[in-house]
């Protein structure tokens, strides 16, 4: 089942972001600790049980008229199309108003499943007001407040009860899908053209499509592929920052449903900040990954020149391949599907126990760990549990006595030892018999 999307839509001020904050909780990303990666996220993803969910907050549905509350009607309309289930924030306090029903006349429009959230629900007048909202005529209402962390569980049990209707297409195990995402403007799908143009690469009849990204199965190499291409989203005419906000979106629905990510750059602009937060959810996602130069004919850099500059701003996945070429005129492109096969068979890699210990091993005694108020970590022995990305357990004396920079030592480790090209590792300390 891919992951569903759930969307907070409301007039001003009913309270979605305090919601949004209590839903998403306090789920700090690994890329929000690196330096030069910031992020001011309208989205986040969300938990619940065993339940994964995108959840969207959106701006304040106004009557008044002005261009700022039309661009807000039209962020919150691209939302509710992303979104499968719909949770329509109302005040409990201020009771039912014009601009509820005019939300509630652009929800009905949409066939989409809507709970309402009656929100503020926390005194006398807002428990008398609740049950006017009832004339909004959805089928499932919620009393929450949010501030005060009541409610939540029956609002997301009741959300995540209609999660068993989002389907997705399903391919089989041995199919390698990697998606194209970048900010507008790169050339993703000038890439994805090239790619299944090349002379290697045979094209199935049965391209399929989604809601949000287009799905091209081809055969490469005698291995399957699906290539995902995720469009951006523009406004005719001018284009508004904030609506491009929405299709990173898109993008994370892609990486979802991903094995590798090719992050598509600009070489003719050079690195910005966005680059960086799209590169972020590749990372937070633990999918394989390659940086990918597109219009590199249009550069006046060297390829070592721009390396270096990479290298420096994309610190945080400095274990990515690199490939250089220009979509347009398919110069180089014969480089980026070696790379896609390298990066997902390194993801998908499993080391010998015994192996993985020789390394450890030989690694402690180059290097002994810090010790720490007179106690020193000791790891007994390490090995892999899971693929899809690596994922190592060392069993150790006392796993609070690890020190970060010792966590990367043994991560480099063995990244010199095994080619874990392209792909995140993660390494999990636990002490014996845990």
Not at 280 to 293: H, Q, R
Not at 323 to 349: C, G, Q
Request: aromatic fraction near 10%.
């Amino acid at each position: 089942m891919k992951i569903p999307t759930v969307a907070l839509v409301g007039k001003p001020n009913v309270g979605k972001s305090t919601l949004f904050n209590r839903i998403a909780g306090k789920r700090i990303s690994i890329i929000e600790d690196t330096p030069g990666v910031t992020r001011d996220r309208i989205y986040s993803m969300a938990e619940f049980y065993d339940y994964k969910f995108h959840l969207i907050d959106t701006g304040g549905i106004s009557l008044e008229k002005n261009a700022f509350n039309e661009e807000i009607r039209m962020q919150a309309g691209i939302a509710i199309d992303q979104a499968d289930v719909i949770v329509f924030v109302v005040d409990g306090k201020e009771g039912i108003t014009s601009e509820d029903h005019l939300i509630k006349d652009m929800l009905r429009k949409t066939n989409k499943k809507v709970i309402v959230a009656i929100n503020k629900v926390d005194n006398k007048i807002a428990e008398e007001n609740k049950y006017d909202f009832y004339e909004l005529g959805f089928d499932e209402y919620i009393n929450v407040s949010a501030e005060h962390n009541s409610g939540i569980y029956d609002l997301l049990d009741t959300v995540t009860s209609n999660f068993k209707d989002v389907k997705d297409i399903v391919y089989g195990e041995d199919v390698i899908k990697f998606c194209v995402i970048g900010r507008p403007n790169v050339g993703k799908s000038s890439l994805v053209n090239a790619l299944i143009n090349e002379e290697r690469v045979i094209v199935s009849n049965t391209a399929g499509t989604t809601r949000d990204a287009v799905d091209t199965p081809f055969v490469y190499d005698k291995r399957d592929f699906v290539v995902i291409d995720t469009a951006g989203i523009k406004k005719q005419g001018k284009i508004y920052e904030d609506v491009e906000r929405y299709s990173v979106l898109r993008a994370l629905k892609a990486i979802d449903r991903s094995d590798v990510c090719l992050i598509v750059i600009n070489a003719e602009e050079g690195i910005i900040e966005q680059d960086k937060h799209i590169a972020g959810y590749a990372l937070e996602s633990g999918k394989s990954v390659v940086l990918v130069v597109n219009k590199w004919d249009k550069s006046d850099k060297t390829i070592n020149i721009f390396t270096k500059e990479l290298k420096s701003h994309f610190a945080f996945m400095e274990y990515a391949p690199i490939v250089f070429l220009s979509a347009l005129t398919k110069k180089r492109i014969h480089t980026l599907m070696p790379e896609v096969l390298k990066v997902y068979d390194n993801w998908n890699k499993h080391i010998k126990t015994s192996l993985l210990n020789d390394v450890i091993t030989d690694a402690v005694s180059l290097n002994q760990p810090p010790s720490y108020k007179g106690k020193r970590l000791k790891i007994y022995y390490v090995s892999q549990i899971e693929n899809k990305p690596p994922k190592f357990v060392f069993k150790v004396n006392n796993k609070s006595l690890i020190h970060f920079s010792y966590e990367r030592y043994l991560e480099n480790k063995i990244r010199e030892s095994f080619d874990l090209r392209g792909t995140p590792v993660i390494l999990q300390f636990k002490n014996r018999g845990e």
